[in-house]
């Protein structure tokens, strides 16, 4: 089976087209081929396949515990790198089919890629129950927060620290479960923590299914519409633990994500694998 490895902000997937599949894709065996010491590793699989319309291929997203996400920003970001790198696409602004809708990536050069992503809501089903503008609380270590809640494609919960030192010290993996898992979020959530440097968001990032991660696409969208909800300016920079992304709100909080992704290695699994995962 060939695949490709590539990674944005340090955030990495493994990439495959569907032809290339020796087996059907299960949960079981994208947790394998996601674990760190028993598969290639990554945080997640693209899977491509060609679409009957105009769009330059089908994009499905899938987490390392096998659940599969409406969208990545990173993810994306790298498909459209490969797509256009594979000749999938015969010029740099096309489109491709995501769980979450169509969305429309433009490379710009060799790492870098300015993506469409649609328009980002307050009310969605992901939060059925909750109030127009998307705000609540949430308890975090023992104290309430206050959180915008925004779906970009996937459900974010962006929540505000005021101070960039608190940010820093949080426990995300103590804290994060819960928020992911949070009843009221029916399909779980993506969490964010975000803090208002003034020249830049800073925000860490809890991924459902995921974890943790360096960084977040999605993630860096729904923190910087949360700020400009507060007030920020509507073209920010977002600055992640892996990196920085550039996120552009139009008046509809219209999406515009730019950032880099680059290939790590292409290769073939093992024939030893693919009978272990058959």
Known sequence: MRFEKWQALGNDYLIVEVEDLP???????????CHRNFGPGA??????????????AHLRIFNPDGSEAELSGNGAREAAMYLFAHQWADTP???MVTAAGVVTPTV???????????????TSQNWPNGPQDGRGTVLVTGSHRNFQFVDVGNPQLAIHIDDVNELEELDL???????????????????????????????????????ETLSSGTGASGAAVAAHLMGAPSSLTVQLD?????????????????????????????????????
């Open 23 to 33: 087996w059907e894709l299960t949960a079981e065996r994208i947790r394998a081929l």
């Open 43 to 56: 945080d997640g699989v693209l899977l491509l396949s060609p679409t009957s319309g105009p769009e330059a």
């Open 93 to 95: 602004t096309f489109s």
């Open 108 to 122: 710009l050069d060799e790492r870098n890629c300015s993506m469409e992503l649609g328009s980002a809501n307050t």
């Open 173 to 211: 993996p103590m804290i994060g479960p819960a928020l992911e898992t949070d009843p009221r979020f029916p399909n779980r959530t993506n969490v964010s923590f975000w803090c208002n440097t003034g020249k830049l968001v800073r925000a860490r990032i809890f991924e459902r299914g995921v974890g």
């Open 242 to 278: 892996g990196g920085e992304l550039q996120v552009d709100i139009d008046s509809n909080l219209g999406l515009r994500l730019t950032g880099w992704a680059i290939q790590l290695y292409s290769a073939n699994l093992s024939e030893d694998l693919i009978k272990e995962l058959s």
